[in-house]
């Protein structure tokens, strides 16, 4: 298992510009998370994902976008990124029960707007 | 969700035995509480959970006393390799109750010396 994969590892973006980070998990989670970590601090939810087709805004929703098509796959899209975008940014699943939930994060995507 | 209070940071050396303290003074009935451990370059990964009184993995114990306003994570024997952000959190995450919204705060940066 890969567990939650997340592209690309870095890049860089120019105020204005657009761009898609991708996540994929293959542990057949139905619950997927967008967190970003600004230097030092803790994480903040973007938006988060019940189920394929089904997604909702979390703490810091503005300025991007998402969509979940397929159970595995949930993109984060930047529209015209700022520098105030500059973060790392964490995707994550996880598959609620009973029992207390566990959630999986991918390795990140470290994103600066100059 | 419950706010959490731990230390910024720690220091140990290899071989010690390093105890995080988590004070959480409005933790309510139904929350359990999480730690989670992130290295840099990395999405946080989970450690251990509990509700009252002890539990033990193969990585950790955590302590929970009685009026369960507080809680320690206890790493034995720690190597340079331990040396990582810990993040306690509380909540009632059962059925994904949650929705990600999850107060991860600053976490206790550990350092671990030779």
């Known amino acids: 298992n890969a567990g939650v994969t997340q592209t690309p590892k870095f890049r860089i973006l120019k105020i204005g510009q657009s761009m898609t980070l991708q996540c994929t998990q293959d542990m057949n989670h139905n619950y997927m998370y967008w967190y970003r970590q600004d230097p030092g601090m803790g994480l903040k939810l973007i938006y988060y994902?019940?189920?394929?087709?089904?997604?909702d805004k979390g703490e810091v929703p503005n300025g991007y976008n998402v969509s979940r098509s397929t159970t595995e796959d949930f993109p984060l899209r930047l529209e015209l990124a700022a520098p105030s975008q500059t973060s790392v940014y964490f995707c994550?699943?996880?598959?609620?029960?009973?029992?207390?939930?566990?959630?999986?994060f991918g390795s990140g995507t470290q994103l600066s707007v100059l | 969700l419950a706010k959490t209070t731990q230390p910024i940071s720690m220091d140990s050396y290899e071989g010690q035995e390093v105890n995080i303290t988590c004070s959480h003074n409005n933790i309510a009935t139904n929350d359990y509480i999480t730690w989670y451990q992130q290295f840099p370059s990395q999405g946080p990964r989970f450690i251990i959970q509990g509700y009252k009184t002890k539990v033990t993995n193969e990585v950790a114990s955590l302590f929970i006393p009685a009026d369960r306003k507080s809680s320690t994570l206890s790493l034995p024997r720690v190597s340079l390799s331990d040396t990582a952000v810990y993040y306690c959190l509380v909540g009632d995450m059962r059925r994904g109750s949650t929705l990600g919204r999850l107060y991860f705060g600053r976490g206790t940066q550990l350092t671990v010396w030779p």
């Open positions: 994902s019940v189920g394929a087709g089904i997604t």
């Open positions: 994550a699943s996880s598959q609620p029960d009973a029992t207390n939930e566990k959630l999986f």
